[in-house]
DNA sequence: GCATTAACCACCG
DNA sequence: CGGTGGTTAATGC
């Protein structure tokens, strides 16, 4: 498959450049086919790259010296992340694994600084990305603190269907019920149990290895 | 009561 | 077979 093609499916932004642009992040992007946990950015390393989840599922973690794990979200296809650490030009602050096998993208770092120098709605679409991401965790901190398990499941897959953030997804997605509790913080049984009572409700269906979503507004208005 | 960890075991691909 | 997920028992808040 090509790249242009790829990119203009995979990647909101580059429709908005123009032709010189577009030709130099052909240039300069590479895809690779990578394994389930394959770490794909390592805490620690300086950011050379913005990265792309073109397909699968990915997700920014980080653990601690007794091996406990925090997931801090997960980015499904059609989402670009990492551009924290290469705005800033320091280390990465999180690993970035790939949950399953996952096709991932990397756009070079100082193309990406050249976008950001001269095409206006590159800068567009990051402000917006931004202004999404924020609201997005914003609304984690609040449902962390105030939902039942249930409800904080919910929410957690809803993120992952943000529409903003990860365009054009189906409604399913492959995860394990473990990593969607990593990412919910809970137990793998109750995440099990907040599922079969979510799809009681009729707003997913559990299957093996994967979740269809059935009702996503459904899902974000559960528990409220 | 409710959630968590740990352990088993059955099932799926 | 390895990965996933149902279940149960022991323990903690």
């Not at 670009?80 to 096998?101: C, T």
């Not at 019920?177 to 079969?196: D, F, V």
């Amino acid at each position: 498959m090509n790249l242009s093609r790829v990119l203009e499916t995979h990647a909101a932004w580059f429709d908005l450049l123009d032709d010189a642009q577009q030709a130099r992040v052909l240039r300069d992007t590479t895809i690779a086919d990578i394994e389930a946990g394959t770490i794909i950015e390592h805490k620690g390393a300086i950011a050379s790259a913005w990265i792309g989840v073109l397909d699968g599922l990915v997700k920014v973690s980080v653990g601690n010296a007794d091996g406990k794990m925090a997931s801090l979200t997960g980015v499904p296809s059609g989402g670009w992340i990492g551009e924290g650490s290469l705005l800033k030009r320091e280390a990465r602050k999180y690993d970035i694994i790939a949950l399953r096998r996952s096709t991932i993208a990397r756009l070079r770092g100082d193309t990406f600084n050249w976008l950001l120098d001269g095409s206006i709605p590159f800068n567009r679409f990051l402000l917006h990305q931004l202004n999404e991401r924020v609201a997005q965790f914003i609304g984690k901190a609040e449902h962390d603190r105030l939902l039942a398990p249930d409800a904080r499941v919910a929410r957690c897959l809803a993120e992952l269907f943000n529409p903003l953030l990860y365009p054009g997804n189906s409604t399913r997605l492959e995860i394990t019920q473990e990593e969607i509790g990593y990412l919910a913080r809970m137990s793998r049984q109750r995440t099990n149990q907040a599922l079969r009572s979510l799809e009681a409700a009729g707003l997913l269906k559990v299957v093996y290895g994967a979740v269809e979503v059935l009702d996503l507004d459904g899902l974000k208005a559960f528990g409220t």
